[in-house]
């Protein structure tokens, strides 16, 4: 009892420091602060079961339990920089807290999960039974599950199974088995229950799952032919780890309303325009589809992405509080976009203009500015003028590249992840900005592009300036921090070659078993009457889970061709990724050169560095056909493919994909029941 006992005061001790972080005064200095790591449980064994070996001291565990509550928040705010003020928010959180603890696992790991929904019960009116419920308008918000995304591991059963529902106070443990040769990297888990999706994320129950690697260049031959780029990442003085912040983006569409109304409640800005307000003692909350989702809901709110449960968080030293980062230092990013409604186009600058002198509120805006204050303070210290600090982006979706890449700018979209090192050059403050982007790029079109918008502040002091090529630099710096490497993997580091880190290899073209087609589309009712709802198809087709839509068999390569009839849309398949082969424009024509680079930058500039990458996320524009190709590798059962844009899935894009054993008739969508016992619905 006395270990159970701190046990549960150490996770309320975290709960609480958490809950008052995001209860800072609007006008408190807002450090960036990664989010805690998920506290071991005991694990419970069944009565009678003896534990047959023990593990010697000091070595990793192989199995960890962990305990994660779904319970709406408690005393929580949310600054609004858009009308200046703080607003309470009651939230569908993991543990209360607007961002989830990071689940840290190794290769090789057995993860207990044990998930306790703590919401509440709801009116059969709002969760119908199963057999009553539609497959395209949301309902059922208290009844969750999980998915852990871009892992590769078990889709069946207490794994990574996002067709089980768990109810109001039901108690749920998932296994989750992670192969001893799973890449290392950077994952994120969510909730995935279909009609509740959406609602859930952008409530705010996502959470960071950093998978973290020991196997070195000398060990690589043993361990399947790959080492972990995480050894390498290391400081070039003393070869400690790089720091690392894990930057959580996240979109919590809340709002306020008025008894027995589902339109947000609204404030008239000073310079023209309405956002969406919360008066005060009101909570905001997430609650209604047609007004919190849909493509003019997230410009219409005014409401600004957060960065691991914080607004415009600042990095570094403010005011004696905070770490201190210094010029030429390098660090590693971890940004997972774990949003559902809008584009991010990450991007570095140096701030001029602002006057410094150490302080937490110094050289920071006015917290109370407003929304045109804020864009008139943007458009003063980090404009079109001020200068970029290159990201040198090595993982994409948890997967190191073959090569690494320089981006001035890094469009995520939702359920995309990006590695990247920064080295800030001098000493002075940078802009984390939301950069505009063009509407073709965006989830959220709107014909006059996206604005710029301040996402956070970074202070650097001290350190020793770098002038001249910052990836040059970065890649002399790892060459620096590694003098052990063999001659020839220390050259390959120097160019950014990253080959012998990846995990993925170019799968072969003359083994292509069919091509599947996938074609995302809305299907809008004639004169769009506002009392009958789109239908969001795939295949002409909205999601049901008791129909297997593709079948295929262990051991096969396919292609996948996935176009767009309507709108962008961001494809996501469970379990196995995917190569990206091509990528054809609305003119049917490769948007890549014989060299593997764009040949018109200016339209497809989020593309231009994908050919031959291998990701689980990928954004559709209208019109563009994806040429991607995968393997069905280790494991058979039934999952998901599906538009993550969230709302979109909740609504019925999505469909269901079984992989049967080798030998079974693919074609027969009764095989996997046959052979496993987990099939229809």
């Known amino acids: 009892m006395p270990k159970l006992f701190l046990l549960f005061a150490a996770l309320q001790i975290v709960t609480f420091a958490a809950a008052a972080r995001a209860q800072q005064p609007l006008n408190a200095p807002r450090l960036f602060e990664n989010p805690p790591e998920l506290s071991p449980a005991p694990t419970l064994r069944a009565p009678g079961l003896r534990t047959l070996s023990l593990q010697p001291a000091g070595t990793p565990q192989t199995e960890v339990t962990y305990n994660l509550n779904v319970a709406f928040s408690n005393d929580a705010t949310i600054d609004n920089p858009s009308t200046g003020t703080p607003d309470k928010v009651l939230l569908r959180t993991y543990n209360g807290n607007l961002t989830a603890p990071t689940l840290a696992v190794t290769p090789g790991q057995t993860v207990r999960l044990r998930l306790h929904n703590k919401l509440p019960a709801e009116s059969e009116a709002d969760c119908p039974p199963p057999n009553g419920r539609s497959h395209i308008l949301p309902t059922c918000f208290s009844i969750t599950n999980m998915h852990f995304h871009g892992l590769h591991v078990s889709p ?224 003063q210290h980090c404009g079109a003028d001020a200068v970029t600090v290159p990201q040198w982006e090595f993982a994409v979706d948890g997967l190191t590249r073959r090569s690494a890449t320089v981006k001035p700018n890094n469009f995520l979209q939702p359920g995309y992840r990006s590695d990247v090192l920064v080295a800030f050059p001098q000493a002075g403050i940078y802009c984390i900005l939301d950069q505009a982007a063009p509407a073709t790029a965006l989830v959220n079109p709107r014909p006059e592009g996206k604005s710029r918008r301040l996402l956070g502040l970074v202070r650097v002091q001290g350190g020793t300036p770098v002038a001249g090529d910052l990836a040059g630099y970065i890649q002399q710096q790892l060459q620096a921090a590694n003098p052990g490497l063999p001659a020839d993997v220390a050259q390959q580091l120097g160019g950014g070659d990253l080959s012998v880190f990846t995990p993925s290899s170019e799968l072969p073209t003359d083994q292509i078993a069919q091509t599947r087609h996938v074609a995302f589309n809305i299907v809008l009712p004639p004169g769009n009457p506002p009392n009958i709802p789109a239908r969001f198809e795939i295949n002409d087709s909205i999601y049901n889970p008791a129909r297997v839509d593709f079948t295929a068999q262990l051991g096969t390569i396919e292609d996948w061709d996935v176009t767009s009839k309507l709108a962008g849309h961001v494809f996501h398949i469970h379990v196995n990724p995917f190569q990206i082969v091509d990528i054809k424009n609305a003119a049917n024509a490769s948007i890549f050169g014989a060299d593997g680079s764009c040949s018109e930058p200016q339209n497809d500039r989020e593309y231009c560095d994908l050919k031959n990458v291998t990701r689980d996320t990928l954004f559709i524009k209208q019109g563009y056909h994806a040429i991607l190709r995968t393997a069905y590798v280790r494991y058979i059962g039934e999952y998901v493919m599906h538009c993550h844009i969230l709302d979109h899935e909740d609504q019925g894009m999505m469909l269901n994909v079984a992989v049967v054993p080798e030998g079974a008739n693919a074609l027969d969508s009764g095989a996997l029941a046959a052979t496993t016992g987990h099939g229809q619905h």
């Open 156 to 379: 069946a059963g207490n794994s990574d199974n996002v067709l089980l529902e768990i109810g109001p106070g039901q108690n749920f443990e998932y296994e989750v088995n992670v192969p001893a040769d799973h890449p290392a990297g950077t994952f994120w888990y969510h909730a995935h229950r279909h009609g509740s999706t959406a609602l859930q994320v952008s409530s705010g129950m996502v959470g960071a799952l950093i998978i973290r690697g020991h196997r070195s260049v000398a060990q690589r031959d043993l361990r399947g032919g790959f080492a972990d780029i995480d050894t390498v990442l290391r400081r070039a003085d003393n070869q400690a780890p790089l720091a690392e912040n894990v930057m959580l983006f996240q979109q919590i569409a809340y709002a306020c309303f008025a008894p027995n109304s589902a339109t947000p409640l609204t404030t008239t800005l000073p310079g023209g325009g309405t956002v969406w307000s919360c008066p005060p003692g009101q909570e905001g909350i997430v609650q209604y589809y047609p007004t919190q989702f849909g493509p003019p809901s997230w410009p219409a709110s005014g409401h600004y992405t957060m960065i691991t449960g914080q607004m415009q968080p600042r990095f570094g030293n403010w005011g004696g509080a905070g770490t201190p980062i210094r010029a030429g230092e390098i660090q590693r990013w971890r940004m997972i976009h774990g949003g559902v409604r809008d584009t991010i186009n990450v991007q570095l600058v140096k701030a001029v203009g602002l006057a410094d002198d150490g302080s937490a509120q110094s050289a920071a805006p006015d917290p109370q500015l407003g929304a045109q204050g804020q864009l008139d303070w943007v458009a």
